[in-house]
């Protein structure tokens, strides 16, 4: 089984042990792990999560902490990469869930057999069943307490919904592992079930509008903040809930099922998506 690696920033104990869980379903056994807490972050907030990592899987390899600028994340995965050595990778961050239609080395092997060292996801972003921001349950679960999936980040902000879930350890990735240039994935996306619209993203987001504007955090282009504030623009335009009942489509999903619709609609999303300012791909 592939090695599984992380960048890891602030999150609540319980989310790190559901992730732990979730890809331990999956047959992972080797976890390469690293945290970076901003300067905000207290230790309040540290401690009990780097316990619980330690619980969990040993201590983390890499532990960083200062301003989060932009390039940090991809240096992070990279020194990971680097210590999990040769062979095939799965790429993931702690809100970020795989289903997988197949057994990893399936899917590993059809891309080999076609002619590619990656494996491709698209975002499938996860909110609450009115669309609040809301703490979750872990006696419940993360499904149960998001019900919701729909093409959030692609649709309303913008971002790239695309993401690289299983790479070779002989290509590059890019900022986010949204992509690997000249790696382009053939098989149709891994829904990668995304459990960021918890209850204090606001401020995270925030924060970072504040801090890149700064230059406190330094970035490498405009698109975390232009996300960014999109997001908390739609928020105050619909009593801090996203708009479930909107435009973008939102239907109720859970990890072990891929829905029928999937495959057309990612089509369709990837079809139609562009990264701002650019012309057709």
Not at 163 to 185: C, E, M, N, T
């Amino acid at each position: 089984m592939p090695p599984l690696v992380a960048v890891i920033g602030p999150v609540e104990p319980e989310l790190l042990a559901a992730f732990t869980a979730h890809y331990q379903r999956l047959g992972i056994t080797a976890f390469h792990l690293a945290f970076h807490f901003p300067d905000h972050v207290p230790s309040s907030v540290k401690t009990p999560l780097l316990k619980a990592a330690a619980a969990l899987n040993g201590p983390p390899p890499i532990l960083s902490e200062g301003p989060w600028h932009e390039h940090l994340h991809a240096q992070l995965r990279d020194e990971l990469r680097a210590a999990a050595g040769n062979g095939w990778h799965l790429i993931a961050d702690s809100d970020e869930f795989h289903a997988y239609p197949a057994p990893l080395p399936e899917m590993i092997a059809a891309a080999q057999a076609a002619g590619t060292l990656t494996v491709g996801g698209v975002l499938l972003d996860r909110v609450t069943a009115d669309g609040s921001l809301a703490t979750w349950d872990p006696a419940i679960g993360l499904d149960v307490s998001y019900p919701l999936g729909g093409f959030l980040t692609g649709l309303l902000l913008g971002g790239d919904p695309r993401k690289i879930v299983l790479a070779d350890s002989r290509v590059d990735l890019a900022l986010g592992s949204h992509r690997s240039p000249g790696h382009k994935p053939v098989n149709t996306p891994v829904p990668v079930h995304h459990f960021k619209w918890r209850r204090g993203i606001e401020q995270d987001l925030q924060r970072r509008i504040t801090l890149h504007t700064a230059g406190t955090w330094r970035e490498i282009g405009p698109a975390i903040r232009t996300e960014a504030a999109r997001l908390l623009e739609h928020l105050q335009a619909h009593g801090e809930r996203i708009h479930t009942a909107g435009p973008i489509p939102f239907y109720p999903v859970d990890l072990a099922t891929t829905p029928p619709w999937w495959p057309h609609a990612c089509a369709d999303l990837l079809d139609r998506w562009r990264p701002p300012g650019s012309g057709p791909s």
